[in-house]
């Protein structure tokens, strides 16, 4: 017998071999050891049973292994609805049937004293816990107080409907007062371990001095006894032939149905069969409580974002965004990824490119202020300084300084504050072209 069972205590898949006694010719039932247990839920499942020529089994629930092993390890045996604790070979020494305890025989180990009584000042009925008669009220405390209050800052939401969701109540909380003294409401005494409690009196135990021990019946040779040496035909197969198939049923449940039984000697075919059959019903059977799922939730939705306010339909655009992101998976988590990398790019690189930018330009200003100025000196003009102050110091300096007599001509001392000029000038021009090279590398 194969297939799962849940009644009452029971839920378990049951595997239940056949195995005969080749000296006895009594059939056993052959029982797992521990079962996996059934589905519960309401949706459709396939349960299938392999027994393998190598004599081990495996039992699988929708295509999965949940249980698995050697039939003649993981079985054992049942006679007349009792579990023997061994499998397929019977022990060889078991009970004389006809052996009987004796009538005097005393296997009672511990005896209740006979000299023992239960004190008369033992009372049973008193209470383990008492009130405290020595505890009184204190001055503080509020008999008419409420140990809880309405929240006075509490509004009615505006989305609020008393004639669909009835009349608005404010939230409770702890009312102040209460934290302020020792309590509110009625007082009661506090509860305090009773003194004269002392329980149920038991009576005391002793070792019994007739006592002899444990009886057991005597051991005799098991006349059915058989095993893989003496009868190896016997283990040749651990599973009965099948000639038949039936379906036991005994449910008070509506609802419970059995399609598509398959028995074979193919592994791979049976799977095949499993696949095109289940495979593709559960599928389908999927696909539609999916989309009566979907159907329902858009249909909640939609009520939702007419009948409520802004909370409400902020939910709905979530709820939405939730069903879409968990259909299209993939998608989802690729473009989370490529906008957060995005943004830490953004963040991470920004005020680099903004101090490299800068630093351009300002060199690019040095370049344009220096042109200028050559321009300047080119054409007889005097150069302005960009500070004001610099100036009026220099001209104060050159004022108050006395200026020496040269001991050169006129003409010769010229000609050469011409020729410094023309210096200067022309290692200008060689600085800035050094920075235009220098601008033009940047660009590129």
């Given at each position: 017998?194969?297939g799962?069972?849940?009644?009452?205590?029971?839920?378990?898949?049951?595997?239940?071999?056949?195995?005969?006694?080749?000296?006895?010719?009594?059939?056993?039932?052959?029982?797992?050891?521990?079962?996996?247990?059934?589905?519960?839920?309401?949706?459709?499942?396939?349960?299938?049973?392999?027994?393998?020529?190598?004599?081990?089994?495996?039992?699988?629930?929708?295509?999965?292994?949940?249980?698995?092993?050697?039939?003649?390890?993981?079985?054992?045996?049942?006679?007349?609805?009792?579990?023997?604790?061994?499998?397929?070979?019977?022990?060889?020494?078991?009970?004389?049937?006809?052996?009987?305890?004796?009538?005097?025989w005393?296997?009672?180990?511990?005896?209740?004293?006979?000299?023992?009584?239960k004190?008369?000042?033992?009372?049973?009925?008193?209470?383990?816990?008492?009130?405290?008669?020595?505890?009184?009220?204190?001055?503080?405390?509020?008999?008419d107080e409420?140990?809880?209050v309405?929240?006075?800052?509490?509004?009615?939401?505006?989305?609020?409907?008393?004639?669909?969701?009835g009349?608005?109540?404010?939230?409770?909380?702890?009312?102040?007062?209460?934290?302020?003294?020792?309590?509110?409401?009625?007082?009661?005494?506090?509860?305090i371990?009773?003194?004269d409690?002392?329980?149920?009196?038991?009576?005391?135990?002793?070792?019994?001095?007739?006592?002899?021990?444990?009886?057991?019946?005597?051991?005799?040779?098991?006349?059915?006894?058989?095993?893989?040496?003496?009868?190896?035909?016997?283990?040749?197969?651990?599973?009965?032939?099948?000639?038949?198939?039936a379906?036991?049923?005994?449910?008070?449940?509506?609802?419970?149905?059995?399609?598509?039984?398959?028995?074979?000697?193919?592994?791979?075919?049976?799977?095949e069969?499993?696949?095109?059959?289940?495979?593709?019903?559960?599928?389908?059977?999927?696909?539609?409580?999916?989309?009566?799922?979907?159907?329902?939730?858009?249909?909640?939705?939609?009520?939702?974002?007419?009948?409520?306010?802004?909370?409400?339909?902020?939910?709905?655009?979530?709820?939405?965004?939730l069903?879409?992101?968990?259909d299209n998976?993939?998608?989802?988590?690729?473009?989370?990824?490529?906008?957060?990398?995005?943004?830490?790019?953004?963040?991470?690189?920004?005020?680099?490119?903004?101090?490299?930018?800068?630093?351009?330009?300002?060199?690019?200003?040095?370049?344009e202020?220096e042109?200028?100025?050559?321009?300047?000196?080119?054409?007889?003009?005097?150069?302005?300084?960009?500070k004001?102050?610099?100036?009026?110091?220099?001209?104060?300096?050159?004022?108050?300084?006395?200026?020496?007599?040269?001991?050169?001509?006129?003409?010769d001392?010229?000609?050469?504050?011409?020729a410094?000029?023309?210096?200067?000038a022309?290692?200008?021009?060689?600085?800035?072209?050094?920075?235009?090279?220098?601008?033009?590398?940047?660009?590129?």
């Amino acid at each position: 017998m194969f297939g799962p069972d849940k009644c009452g205590g029971t839920n378990q898949v049951h595997l239940i071999l056949r195995h005969q006694n080749p000296v006895s010719g009594k059939w056993e039932e052959k029982h797992l050891k521990s079962s996996p247990s059934p589905k519960t839920d309401k949706a459709a499942h396939l349960y299938t049973a392999i027994l393998r020529q190598d004599k081990t089994f495996e039992i699988l629930i929708d295509s999965v292994s949940v249980k698995s092993g050697t039939i003649s390890d993981e079985m054992v045996a049942f006679v007349d609805g009792k579990k023997k604790d061994y499998g397929f070979t019977p022990p060889e020494m078991i009970d004389d049937p006809e052996d009987s305890k004796p009538e005097d025989w005393v296997d009672e180990a511990k005896i209740k004293d006979p000299d023992a009584s239960k004190p008369e000042d033992w009372d049973e009925d008193a209470p383990k816990k008492i009130p405290d008669m020595d505890a009184e009220k204190p001055e503080d405390w509020l008999d008419d107080e409420p140990d809880f209050v309405p929240d006075p800052d509490a509004e009615m939401p505006e989305d609020w409907d008393e004639e669909e969701d009835g009349d608005w109540e404010a939230p409770q909380v702890a009312n102040p007062k209460c934290a302020a003294s020792s309590g509110c409401g009625e007082w009661v005494r506090p509860i305090i371990d009773n003194p004269d409690y002392r329980g149920k009196w038991v009576h005391p135990m002793i070792d019994n001095p007739d006592y002899i021990g444990e009886w057991s019946p005597r051991q005799i040779d098991n006349p059915e006894y058989f095993s893989e040496e003496t009868h190896p035909e016997a283990f040749k197969t651990l599973v009965a032939p099948i000639e038949g198939v039936a379906v036991e049923i005994w449910t008070m449940q509506k609802g419970i149905h059995f399609d598509n039984v398959y028995i074979g000697n193919d592994i791979g075919a049976a799977a095949e069969w499993a696949r095109a059959s289940f495979g593709v019903e559960q599928e389908e059977e999927a696909a539609a409580a999916k989309a009566a799922k979907r159907k329902a939730a858009a249909e909640a939705r939609k009520k939702k974002w007419e009948e409520g306010g802004v909370l409400a339909k902020f939910s709905v655009l979530v709820s939405s965004f939730l069903e879409f992101a968990g259909d299209n998976l993939i998608a989802t988590i690729c473009t989370f990824v490529l906008l957060f990398g995005s943004f830490c790019w953004w963040m991470c690189c920004r005020d680099d490119e903004e101090m490299e930018y800068a630093s351009y330009a300002d060199e690019d200003d040095d370049i344009e202020e220096e042109e200028e100025d050559d321009e300047n000196e080119e054409e007889g003009e005097p150069v302005v300084e960009d500070k004001k102050e610099k100036t009026e110091d220099v001209k104060e300096k050159t004022d108050s300084e006395p200026v020496p007599q040269s001991s050169v001509p006129a003409s010769d001392a010229k000609d050469a504050a011409a020729a410094e000029s023309a210096a200067k000038a022309t290692g200008k021009k060689k600085k800035n072209k050094k920075k235009k090279k220098k601008k033009s590398a940047h660009v590129e």
